[in-house]
């Protein structure tokens, strides 16, 4: 792992045993769960910032249901279109993991060889992804300050998380890419119609935000109707979006009462060229 740098001085970091070190002596052990912690505390806003633990196992539980697998088929394909003979990939924002090895075995399918570090600020999302993946490198940090050199990374995935255009482009290599998904117009809209009197269909465009670094190649749309078969299930769906926090009772207690919601899946897959 020759990707990384010390989150005090930016110097690289070498593993020793399970360690890593920089050469000022700062230390980071690896996690008994098989994760690296690189989020310094007074980096923190917060005690534990990032998805909670219910937050990240519902999500797992309805992601490995099946339900967004043709996004996740879709970034593969975008995945193998961009890739050379050795590609290294940083997926920020990796929550749980599972973009990130489903990405891994597509590319293994295909005799590719990548080097993949999925990183993200909730520990407990880390902790999750170490659990179940073990054969990619998980890292506790922010996506606002990158624990990683410049110019280094071939491909940086960014599903559904915040955006820092200067910190993307500072780690990508000229030529590089940047891979980013977000929700479109209609996207779950059945379920905001059961939470909200009012619904409101405007939705996020990146490209506003990184012109400045990078160039718009092309979008690609993934859109289908998903039925989301048991209670269990649409209460996870509920609980790893926005809307849990944001949500009136009456509207969650009508969506709780559901055993089957037919909802539809509309995900915009941005890929942007750093510029030279």
Known sequence: MGLLVCPMCREELEKEGR????KNKHNYDMAKQGYLNLLLSSKKKSKNPGDDRDMVESRKQF????FYGKISEKVNEIILELSEEELKIL???CGEGYYTNRIKNCLEEK???AEIVGIDISKEAVLAASKSYKEIFWCVASGGELPVKDSVLDIVLCMFARIVPEEYSRVIRD???????STGEEHL?????VLYKDVKTDFYRPEKHLTDFFELEKTVNVKYTEI?????????????TPYKWRSPKDGVDKLYLLD????TIDVNLDIFRKKS
């Open 19 to 22: 360690s890593y070190k920089c």
């Open 63 to 66: 992601l490995e249901a099946g």
């Open 91 to 93: 997926d920020i924002g």
């Open 111 to 113: 005799n590719k060889t």
């Open 175 to 181: 030529g590089g890419h940047l891979v980013i998904a």
């Open 189 to 193: 809209l059945e379920m905001k119609q």
């Open 228 to 240: 989301i078969k048991g209670n269990e299930n649409i209460r996870s769906l509920f609980d790893m």
């Open 260 to 263: 089957e919601l037919s909802v």
